[in-house]
């Protein structure tokens, strides 16, 4: 990995108790990147979070902001990081006014001009108590105090849970805005995809307290494909369920339906294609894109074990 990165986790373990939930997690995230981090709920995704802000102490493995040990040097790292949290957690009786006054405080810079700007397209009212905001608001009072100090690094820990559309949309063009403007690096983990999909440079996929992948998500997406095609029955009477026919293209979810087999692939490559498409036993091999909800689903969905096809759908994954 880099060691000029802005983020750096070595070997992290995480235990609570007998259970593993982190074993020997490893990542890296560059000066200006998004890296976006993925599992399914439990999978350590927040114990990671905390490990990155100097909140937990890990039982084995280190982490490096800026190239400092985050749990060594937490105060001064935190002047340069901005943190928006799952629960947004502020002062119940404190308006957006006062929180901004507040958090002014404690940082060397702090643009309030911009972050009431920032408050007023999301139509957050200043004057009314945190805990009278919607949820959707006091998220986006969350985003707005972590950029105010115009951070260099910005963790984020799944920002848009529990907000409507409209709300999850705004949340992504702030940020999308912020990283035309400032280039700032930015570490997330989301359920919102799609919303993910749009920003992203880097995908990580946690799964049973391993890092399943690491990859650049334009390469990612060159790889992963699904494919469709129909078996020609009658040669040789041949049943089988189409793997032996996908196998140097790595299968990671197969479905069929009487001679229709439909597949996302991991390992895809112009080649292998041709191969199966010229097959003898293979008729109408179609191709095309796979979103990154299905290339999630497919590595960490119901049964995601031991390389075993898993079943498409959404519903694995939330």
Known sequence: MDEQAVLRVEDLKVRYGRTVVLDGVSLAVEKGEVGALLGRNGTGKSSLVRCLLGQQRPEAGRVRVFGQDVWRHRARLMGRIGVAPEEPDAPPLMTARQLDRFGAQFYTRWDACALRQRLGRFEVPLDVPFARLSRGQKAQVMLSLALAPEPELLILDDPTLGLDAVARRGVFEELVVELADRGITVFLCSH?????????????????????????????????????????????????????????????????????????????DDAAFERLRRHVDVESAQLEAVPLEDIVVSLVGEGATGGQPLALGTEAYR
Request: glycine share 14%; no cysteine.
């Open 192 to 268: 919102d995809l799609a919303g993910i999909e749009g920003i992203a440079s880097q995908i990580m996929v946690l799964g049973g307290g391993r890092m399943l992948l690491d990859e650049d998500l334009e390469t990612l997406k060159q790889r992963f494909r699904r494919l469709s095609f129909q078996r020609i029955v009658g040669v040789g009477d041949r049943q089988d369920d189409g793997h032996d026919l996908l196998a140097g293209l790595g299968p990671l979810v197969v479905k069929t339906r009487g001679r229709h087999v439909e597949a996302v692939v991991s390992r895809f």
